[in-house]
């Protein structure tokens, strides 16, 4: 039996002035379970603290009801005090008589008579309460970052100058992801590969990283601070260890086929290949699709020149396994397909190219060796049309296109224009745009001064449609300042096209059982406060994985994650929120309707040996089990089940009927 | 139900279940800001509105309750991601069936309401409370299978 | 019906024979001719098997018990109870390995009630003749429509789909059966009043003895415990309290099974006070079609079921409470 204290606060006037709070006291008397009442000027104050800690031992009370403010006010308060005299925290319950009654009644009967039932359902809450215990799980000190872009590196790094361990995947023969491919950043101009590459060496070289490059997480167990995962590494048929990056064998490879992914498939590359000349690590690859030796047996040119003896066609892929504390995505993005955009001509005309592939064309280590030259003829073109919004912010019920803003193109366009002006002033750069998105530190002055400085043509409006005619694009659009539809014979069009998350992210997202939105970008725990966590505890999220982002951002966003995954590894055990979900297991049918609705991939099916009254000896069901140390306690597997089995502690079904009834009464 | 005598009105019993992140923090704000609802509404703080269990709403009526109003964060605000969606599903089927067992559907109502919106939450009482009063007293929850 | 009859006793010794199952799940003769009842069967008792019009009862439930023995068993499922079957299956109340599954023809199934309610009295024995009954009674012999002595749910026939199963036995012969709209009646009291609905429900509910028929039939109602049951939950009773109890029961049993319910019709099959208790799941399943989507539970093994789904699109409950008309 319960023996329970009610302390009455005053609140200064801030209660009692609404509230007659010794008649709260006196009638608190003569509820059950009640052996104590008493009222104060300010319960939280030290006075009233040592009054609650010397009635807790005069009364050998199990359990106080607070009548004061809001629990989000002084819960923690009172949950200490009742710790200092002995008491589980978890056996205080607060009436908020302040907030939700004094504060907003006038009439003193009605609030006093609102406030007794107020402190009554405390009390019969409390009458149900059991002491709980946080657990403790240890945490793996060390990390996983699936994807090594600029994110993931960025991630590792920090990770890594904190003093822990951290594993970086790529399922790319080289990191660097998508920031390599390009050719200078906005705004400041600097060209990616300066900034990025000295990145990628100190990611090699830092002894607490390992990169696990062509490489892919397979499978992944566990939950916060223990997780564990088995990483595909899959062959290269080159040694690692021997190949010196020489790039010979790429050279002699007779297959020319395969289209080179680095250069946006603008090229053709070798079947044995080093994505670019900087790649980590420098190591050649054999695509088995295209290489000759693969499907024949016969060529093996590229075995005959290296002089380190690296190729090995026999090699095979390797599982590993390995534990970790925390693990981030870091999937970034790719560019939508533009196939079912007929209008722009994408797929007819060569001359038709995304921004990612204008990068390339514009990269002194693209297939043109920097020179612009349009894809068709190898000529100079003169004019240049650029397209906003290709993709982008499309109605939600559009088949192709994306509802979202992909937020990096008006600047990297901008960047485009600007570039194009520079290197060859004879060029005249239209770009139709539905409104320019400039945000951020330097950015609209960066546009402006394309336009203001670099003479580069901004046209408010949409493009119709671009057609052939000779070797000119004709590319029809609106301007809507002007009001007209106006024509302009381009030779080269190119695309702002929309980005989307990498096709990865998805079966990532599942094997993590984190959670993805409509767009399969990843979901936050939190979108405003808690947004580089996944909602699944341990899973942090950096760079463009979780929505478009530009390469400050990233980075931000980046050492945003690598800083919450410190915080985690830097503890020894996590304790873990008492008041969460748990499951009896006498109760439970194993039906799995839980599981589904668990936000957080607490709840695992498990067989288990079943003991209690009326069940056979022996018996072994598959029942429920929570995962205390996953688990966020907020309660939507205890309504998804029928039976009752699953319950919350803290706030379980008989505590809540217990409050129903009290105010019913 | 409570009739006080003294003025002779009626006076509803009114449960209002509240998420903890959002609509908990709306009423106290509402109490910061001194903005006053009817004494009847008492407030149940639960985690998440997917902690309501039908059964509670049931219960409530079954204890002479006259309406029971659940309020949560706003949908794509909730604290645990998805419990709001849940919440909305099952609370429309529930409702419906109320309905369909012609009990006044305007006893039972949900409300989004933010840690922000404290304006709101004493609005939605206020409205919740004096459609409680015109409905008059919750007979028909209590009374499906009494026999005449 | 005889030849799909003996069909499966043909099948049924087979399986036996060659030791693919070691018992069979299947109906037998009750207390009188038209009240068969679920039996398991081992070899030397199958004279005792029974298929005719009045094997309406599900057998996918019992499936339950058969797994957790030895051995595999043999069901013979009609194709609605192949739907119940289904779901257990995405419940894992059943193992598929220890069941063998035969899928059986249906021309629907009689209700004795119905016949009763024609005045027909003192059945002896019933005959099928084409669409034709012929009653035997006391009384001499009477005919009847083989339609108007249907169960309710075979009147709303879900179709001869079989959604999971071992083999099938089908005669091959052309029938039709069903083609309600199992919703009209749900429709007719969603456009009466409020009033006159609860004049409805209060009428019936108020016949409800607790006798937990419906509960026990009913295939998604495979708690080990029922909450009603449980004096742990805090809200289970002996006798009742007050009289919420009933509502609270039915309206809880409607919900915990909502999303779940393949609309079997066992309930109010089983109900010996005739309540119609397939309108409040019906109610649930024709909501989720409106609200959610067309779904049927048990017909595939992949989708979510509702109550356990959202999409960010959700209809608000204020859908419900701001409906037209009077409240």
Known sequence: MQ??????????????????????????????????????????????????????????????VVCSCSPRMHEATFRKTAVAAGLNPYMVEIANIREHCSWIHKDKEEATEKAVILARTA???????????????????????????????????????????????????TIGGRMAQLDKTFPTLDCAACILTPKMVDAASNEKITLYTYSEVESVKGFVGNFSAKIRKKARFVDATKCTGCAVCTEKCPSRKAKNEFNMGLNNRGAIYIPFAQAIPNVATIDPEYCIHAKTGKCGICQK?????????????????????????????????????????????????????????????????????????????????????????????????????????????????????????????????????????????????AVEQYGV??????????????????????????????????????????????????????????????????????????????????????????????????????????????????????????????????????????????????????????????????TIRRVAEVNPAICQGCGACTVACPSGAMDLKGFTNRQIMAEVDAICK | MQVNEKKGEFKPTIVAFCCNWCSYAGADLAGTSRLSYPANVKIIRVPCSCRVNPMFILRAFQRGADGVILCGCHPGDCHYSTGNYYARRRMTMLFSMLDYLGIDR?????????????????????????????????????????KE | MQRVAEMMLERAKALLADGTVNRVVGWEMGEFFYDLTPAVFTADGLDKFVYNGFSGANLSKYMIKECAKDGKALVFL???????????????????????????????????????????????????????????TIYGEKKCARKDALLEKCLCCKGQEFVVYDELLTTGEAFTVGGNNRFAKVAELEAMTPGERFAFWRNELSKCIRCNACRNVCPACSCLQCVFDNPKSGIASKANADDFEENMFHIIRAFHVAGRCTDCGECSRVCPQGIPLHLLNRKFIKDVNEFYGEFQAGADNTTKYPLTNFTKEDVEPSIVTNRGGEN
């Open chain 1, 3 to 64: 023996r329970i204290g009610v302390f009455v606060c005053w609140c200064g006037s801030n209660i009692a002035a609404t509230v007659d709070v010794a008649a709260v006291a006196e009638a608190m008397k003569n509820e059950p379970g009640v052996v104590y009442t008493t009222d104060y000027q300010y319960m939280c104050s030290e006075g009233g603290q040592s009054r609650i800690k010397q009635a807790i031992k005069d009364y050998n009370l199990t359990g106080i």
């Open chain 1, 123 to 173: 009390v019969a809450k409390l009458m149900l309460n059991a002491p709980l215990t946080s657990g403790t799980s240890p945490v793996i000190k060390r990390a996983l970052v699936i994807g090594g872009g600029i994110a993931g590196i960025q991630t590792a790094l920090d990770i890594a100058d904190a003093g822990y361990e951290v594993d970086i995947v790529e399922k790319r023969p």
């Open chain 1, 305 to 449: 020149n290296c002089s380190a003896g690296a190729i090995d066609f026999d090699q095979k892929d390797e599982i590993i396994e390995r534990e970790y504390g925390a693990i981030v995505m870091a999937t970034g993005f790719q560019p939508i397909k533009l196939d079912n955009f007929e209008e722009f001509g994408y797929a007819q005309y060569p001359d038709v190219v995304t921004s990612l592939e204008f990068e390339r064309l514009m990269n002194a280590a693209g297939p043109t060796k920097g020179t612009l030259l349009r894809p068709s003829d190898l000529s100079h073109p003169k004019t240049l049309v650029f397209v906003q919004c290709v993709g982008s912010r499309c109605s939600a019920d559009a088949k192709d296109g994306k509802p979202y803003c992909s937020k990096i193109c008006c600047m990297y366009t901008a960047k485009h224009a600007m570039l194009v002006r520079e290197k060859y002033p004879d060029t005249d750069v239209h770009v139709f745009y539905i409104d320019v998105r400039t945000p951020g530190k330097n950015f609209d002055e960066f546009q402006r001064r």
């Open chain 1, 457 to 618: 043509d901004y046209i408010k409006g949409m493009v119709g449609k671009v057609t052939k005619k000779g070797d000119k694009l004709m590319v029809q659009g609106s301007d809507l300042l002007n009001n007209e539809q106006i024509t302009i014979a381009a030779d080269m069009v190119i695309l702002a096209t929309a980005i989307e998350p990498d096709p990865s992210a998805k079966q990532i997202a599942s094997l993590l059982t984190a959670s993805i939105d409509t767009n399969n970008w990843m979901t936050e725990a939190h979108a405003k406060l808690r947004p580089v966590e996944s909602p699944t505890a341990g899973v942090f999220l950096s760079g463009v994985c979780q929505g478009p982002k530009d390469v400050p951002e990233t980075v931000a966003q980046a050492s945003a994650a690598a800083s919450k995954v410190i915080g985690l590894l830097s503890k020894d055990h996590m304790v873990t929120n008492p008041c969460v979900a748990q499951s009896n297991e006498l109760l439970c049918n194993g039906c799995t309707t839980c599981e589904k609705v668990c936000p957080y991939g607490a709840i695992e099916y498990k067989d288990k040996p079943i003991v209690g009254p009326g069940v056979p000896r022996g």
């Open chain 2, 106 to 146: 305007k006893r039972t109502r949900v409300e989004w309401v933010s840690a922000a919106e404290g304006t709101k939450f004493a609005a939605v009482m206020n409205d919740f409370a004096q459609t409680i009063t015109e409905l008059g007293e919750n007979v028909k929850l209590g009374d499906l299978r009494c």
């Open chain 3, 78 to 136: 009609k194709p609605c109870d192949t739907y119940s079957f289904n779901q257990l299956i995405n419940e894992h109340r059943v193992d598929r390995e220890k069941v063998y599954i035969i899928g059986v023809e249906c021309r629907g199934m009689i209700d004795i009630r119905k016949i009763r309610d024609m005045g027909i009295k003192g059945v002896t024995a019933i005959r099928e003749e084409g669409e034709e009954l012929i009653i035997d």
